[in-house]
């Protein structure tokens, strides 16, 4: 078992024949994700790497393939729209990688996506992966093992850092999630923790957040009063400065609200074991299960 | 992006908000000039992205001409928040009757824009949130249907007891809603929103911050842009597709991914040392970007060791290590370098950068522990 994807997803992927698309759904291949169609209008009927079948649109493609997930690796001027067409096609699960889409694109998305009963991971994430199941994004596979902790992250990089620790040390994952770093998101914390805490293969959790907004926040208090499985959870921006962007668009101390201080007294409050650097994670999950 | 308050006002106005007449100035002689056009008193402003510009004594008042053309002399050229201040606006000065606040801002937590007024106008909207959050009332708007005229009304209403400035003030709602969206900010405030005397509503300052993901397809709004206010390392850095924020430390981070570029910074403090900037190299794999931000880092004097934190995922080992040769090649450092890679292509990585000289580590704490030791020495 696992969250979101599994053995059952049929991934379409929008974007197949770009650059990032094309790159990507070969790491997906290779690594034995379901990759069952790809969209790029005008090269419908080509097949990718005589593999894929690519169709003019998302309808056409989950159609035909019967897809169940869609990955986007399109540009941000077009991602928002390729948001819409996924949902508009009855794809129920809609993982969005594109960074740069405007916030006020995603403040119309959003209660679309809320009215056809799509779920969207992101955008500006990573993706995600359910170790030897299926990979839908670019979450590195080699340095993810099989295993009963679920991960869920804003970040890229720092979560493969967190879960190479995890990995080398004997703790395996059962879904490694990216959430995204951008300030309107499809997935929160809150969505992941509660799909995890109703996952039989799911033993244990470890939420990397950041500096900005409210979302750890909520999380904790969600922990405290819907989890039993223990949480371990690490903050990243304890040295950033107010009132500057760290990269992520939602990595953004405003006046008081957002630190990375606020937030790690919230997860002690709410009995999260908190890591203070990312080689804390081994030795504090060690200490919960 | 910030704009000022001589450019926002200028949005304003475009969108049918009432703003007192005024222009920018760069020298007394202007300011001398604009003044003497509006005629009567006027108020000096520096523009300068920071607030708390009049406690530090950026905006001042003039009777006459000779009087603006001093003030402007005196704030031209002036330091506000680590800020110089090359443009005033001056403005015609506006009896005030009563000062509220207006402002549009994206709510994370309910996704969506709200609308955020206040009869306690003119003072900093985080001060009267924390002091009195009783005066602030929001309202979350729905997208897809805009402000809807009673809405605007009845928050208009809790500001102004007269219909008529009510109305003129919900008005103005309305059209700051059409510019938020129509600009792309991700912030606009009227602050003062002023009643005068004889009745009218207009917007004495306003704010207005601009989503960077749109400015895209906002040229018009990414040509305002002012580089004379941001760090001169910080505009190399967008030119050269680099995400960077100048800190004040010695240690020089150069980090792929901005999550794990803020765990690095954060370790760096965790073992003793003060990083001295951000820097995402981003997930391509481009040697050039290593070799730019290199540049960036090592013009910065203050910086005594460097520190690479990579860890390769769609970025490739041996492309940052390629980079790191070059660079170096091209301008020998002067300060020692602490390199730790590991993942894809960590193997071709290392060879080429034994091959140059270099060693490279692959445990984050280790090269951490290793750089702020090597920048205290």
Known sequence: MSVFIDLETRLLVQGITGRDGSFHTRQMLAYGTKVVAGVTPGKGGQRFDGVVPVFDTVADGARETRANTTVIYVPAALAASAIYEAADAGIGLIVCITEGIPVLDMTKVLPYLHERGARLIGPNCPGLISPTQSKVGIIPGNICTPGRVGVVSRSGTLTYEIVHQLSTNGFGQSTCIGIGGDPLIGTNFIHCLAAFQADPATDAVVMIGEIGGTDEQQAAEFVQQGMTKPVIGFIAGQTAPPGRRMGHAGAIISGSAGTAAEKMAAFARAGISVMKRPADVVPLLRERV | ?377
Do not use: W
Not at chain 2, 103 to 131: C, F, H, N, W, Y
Not at chain 2, 138 to 158: C, M, S, T, V
Not at chain 2, 321 to 350: H, M, S, W, Y
């Open chain 2, 1 to 377: 992006m910030n704009l000022h308050e001589y450019q926002a006002r200028d949005i304003l106005k475009r969108y049918g908000i009432p703003v007192p007449d005024g222009d920018v100035a760069q020298t007394p002689a202007e300011a001398r000039a604009i003044a003497q056009r509006l005629g009567g008193k006027v108020v000096v402003k520096a523009q300068v992205h920071a607030g708390g510009r009049g406690k530090a004594g950026g905006v001042k008042l003039a009777a006459q001409p000779d009087e603006a053309a001093a003030h402007a002399s005196r704030i031209l050229g002036m330091t506000i928040k680590g800020l110089t201040v090359h443009k005033v606006l001056v403005a015609p000065a506006t009896d005030i009757a009563s000062e509220s606040y207006v402002g549009i801002i994206v709510d994370r937590g309910s996704q969506a824009p709200v609308l955020m007024v206040s009869d306690a106008g003119g003072i900093d909207i985080e001060e009267v949130a924390r002091t009195t959050p009783e005066r602030i009332y929001r309202l979350a708007i729905d997208p897809r249907y805009g402000l809807l005229p009673h809405q605007g009304l009845g928050l208009a209403l809790r500001l102004y007891r007269d219909v008529a400035q009510a109305r003129s003030a919900a008005a103005i709602m309305a059209n700051l809603y059409a510019a938020f969206y129509a600009v792309g900010a991700s912030l606009a405030e009227i602050n003062p929103l002023a009643a005068t005397p004889d009745g009218r509503v207009l917007a004495l300052d306003a704010k207005i911050v601009i989503d960077d993901n749109e400015l895209g397809r906002h040229p018009e709004i990414a040509a305002l842009r002012d580089s004379s206010a941001e760090a001169p390392s910080e505009v190399q850095a967008r030119e050269a597709g680099l995400t960077f924020v100048k800190l004040d430390g010695s240690v020089g981070c150069c980090v792929n991914g901005a999550g794990l570029a803020m765990a690095t910074m954060d370790l760096v403090k965790y073992y003793g040392g003060a990083p001295a900037n951000f820097l995402d190299i981003g997930g391509s794999s481009n040697p050039r970007k290593v070799v730019d931000a290199l540049r960036i880092i090592t013009t910065d004097p203050h910086v005594k060791a460097i520190l690479f934190n990579i860890f390769g995922g769609i970025t490739r080992g041996d492309d940052v290590a390629n980079g790191i040769v070059q660079a170096t090649r091209q301008f020998p450092l002067t300060v020692p370098l602490v390199i730790r890679l590991t993942g894809t292509n960590e193997a071709e990585a290392v060879r080429i950068l034994t091959q140059a000289g270099f060693s490279a580590l692959t445990d984050m704490d280790e090269a951490v522990r290793q750089a702020v030791a090597r920048a205290a020495a």
